[in-house]
């Protein structure tokens, strides 16, 4: 059944991931929940679509991403912009990507446990705006602070995971893949290709490449 609404009272579908991600940027953007907060220039926070199917969280942002806002821009962004690309993605239509951690840590250390932790509510709420059936981990530090897995991401790439009403797959970051060059079969970047296309398989099987998550339902006058 379809509630009704006053014609007078503006509709803010709750199920919305548009005005989700608003909100959320406007009080992200504010963080200062751990002291990265005092050392950024930007709260890096996503890019891409808020309604694909598809979300990639990373580790964190480094110095281009802290400068211009936007998660994946750097060497590794046009990498992993490359890769989605041969396996028929587009990340600005088909993907959201954001990061484990908002804010970029001094010198590109990893960050950490407590920091993760301060984070996770912003990441939380990502997820639950996006509502994406398929999230990528890319990295180590993606797959401890979302799974808290700190097993080796080499016997774990390439494998769906059921994690709360969505399938998860870690993947090679692609900082690893930037420091391994090889396109040789069995190398890292041979498999992330194979694993991006089994990604695509999936979404494809699914009905959901290019695909969107439906608009909210219009108020009844
Ligand atoms: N840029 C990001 O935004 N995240 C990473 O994990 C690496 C580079």
């Given at each position: 059944?379809?509630?009704?609404?006053?014609?007078?009272?503006?509709?803010?579908?709750?199920?919305?991931?548009?005005?989700?991600?608003?909100?959320?940027?406007?009080?992200?953007?504010?963080?200062?929940?751990?002291?990265?907060?005092?050392?950024?220039?930007?709260?890096?926070?996503?890019?891409?679509?808020?309604?694909?199917?598809?979300?990639?969280?990373?580790e964190?942002?480094?110095?281009?991403?802290?400068?211009?806002?936007?998660?994946?821009?750097?060497?590794?962004?046009?990498?992993?912009?490359?890769?989605?690309?041969?396996?028929?993605?587009?990340?600005?239509?088909?993907?959201?990507?954001?990061n484990v951690i908002?804010?970029?840590?001094?010198?590109?250390?990893?960050?950490?446990?407590?920091?993760i932790?301060?984070?996770?509510?912003?990441?939380?709420?990502?997820?639950?705006?996006?509502?994406?059936?398929?999230?990528?981990?890319?990295?180590?530090t993606a797959?401890?602070g979302?799974?808290?897995?700190?097993?080796?991401?080499?016997?774990?790439?390439?494998?769906?995971?059921?994690?709360?009403?969505?399938?998860?797959?870690?993947?090679?970051?692609?900082?690893?893949?930037?420091?391994?060059?090889?396109?040789?079969?069995?190398?890292?970047?041979?498999?992330?290709?194979?694993?991006?296309?089994?990604?695509?398989?999936?979404?494809?099987?699914?009905?959901?490449?290019?695909?969107?998550?439906?608009?909210?339902?219009?108020?009844?006058?």
């Amino acid at each position: 059944m379809v509630a009704k609404v006053h014609p007078s009272v503006p509709f803010a579908a709750p199920s919305s991931p548009v005005t989700g991600l608003a909100s959320l940027s406007e009080r992200c953007g504010a963080c200062e929940r751990c002291g990265l907060a005092a050392g950024r220039q930007q709260v890096v926070i996503s890019r891409g679509e808020a309604t694909a199917r598809l979300m990639l969280i990373g580790e964190a942002p480094g110095a281009q991403e802290d400068g211009c806002g936007q998660p994946f821009v750097g060497r590794a962004g046009q990498l992993l912009d490359q890769l989605l690309a041969e396996a028929g993605l587009d990340s600005a239509r088909d993907a959201y990507l954001c990061n484990v951690i908002k804010c970029r840590p001094p010198a590109n250390r990893r960050p950490s446990g407590a920091e993760i932790a301060a984070c996770r509510p912003w990441l939380e709420e990502q997820i639950a705006a996006v509502d994406p059936p398929l999230i990528l981990l890319l990295g180590a530090t993606a797959l401890a602070g979302v799974l808290g897995v700190k097993q080796g991401l080499s016997r774990l790439r390439g494998q769906w995971m059921p994690w709360q009403g969505r399938w998860l797959m870690p993947l090679f970051h692609p900082s690893y893949l930037l420091r391994f060059p090889n396109e040789a079969e069995g190398s890292p970047r041979w498999l992330t290709r194979a694993d991006l296309a089994a990604v695509h398989q999936r979404l494809n099987s699914m009905g959901l490449v290019h695909g969107r998550r439906p608009p909210p339902l219009a108020p009844v006058p």
